[in-house]
């Protein structure tokens, strides 16, 4: 929980730091589920045969558009629930990103957002003890982190003042995702947020 509070933090910062120089930042959170393709040899037993498919994931995001609709962002985003690994390993996936983003206006009530970006999924698989380190604090799993490429768009639907609501798909491009069964995933989802400025 300390990673995700401090890349949260982190994220907050940047978008602070930007507010001088940007035409508008943005907020939201969302809900979404995941899919990915499942393995082709279901018949034989392996940790490669699980798929990421499947529940329900929690997000925050943020951007700040710095000039002329482009700008930066990102976004975290976690499984709501614990899946069983193999059948018995309680794990979480949790994926975040940092982007650089494309959001043009349409009208008064409706946008457009494009990000590309970089970032990580971070498998936490969860153990009955915990393990203590003088800088890490106590946890009580071990985490495997995987680099990854982002692509997401989303529409914004802006139905009063400056709240709106993105229904979005991302595209997660894992580097050496050994765990699960393939290297691709798709979360889709929508999230509701708030423009600062810029309308």
């Known amino acids: 929980m300390k990673t995700l509070t401090l890349v949260v933090t982190t994220v907050v910062l940047c978008a602070m730091s930007t ?12 809900v979404s589920a995941l899919t990915a393709p499942s393995s082709n040899n279901a018949a034989t037993f392996s940790a490669f045969t ?3 498919s499947g529940g329900t994931y929690l997000s925050f995001s943020g951007d700040a558009l710095i000039k002329h609709n482009f700008g930066v962002g990102g976004e975290i985003a976690w499984r709501a629930h614990q899946n069983l690994f193999a059948g018995f390993q309680p794990y979480r996936p949790v994926f975040w990103d940092f982007n650089g983003i494309y959001a043009p206006r349409f009208s008064k009530y409706t946008g457009a ?7 990580a999924e971070s498998i936490r698989f969860y153990q009955n003890f915990y393990t203590c380190g003088y800088f890490s604090g106590c ?34 491009l894992i580097r050496n995702n050994i765990e699960f069964s393939s290297n691709y995933a798709v979360r889709y989802g929508a999230s509701i947020g708030y423009t600062f400025g810029g309308r």
């Open 19 to 30: 507010a001088a120089f940007s035409q508008q930042i943005d907020a939201a959170f969302g």
């Open 50 to 52: 699980q798929s990421l």
């Open 113 to 119: 957002e494009l990000q590309a970006g970089i970032g």
């Open 139 to 172: 946890t009580n799993y071990t985490t495997s982190t995987h680099f990854m490429g982002h692509f997401g768009a989303g529409i914004r639907f802006y139905p009063f003042g400056n709240f709106f609501i993105r229904p979005e798909a991302h595209v997660y």
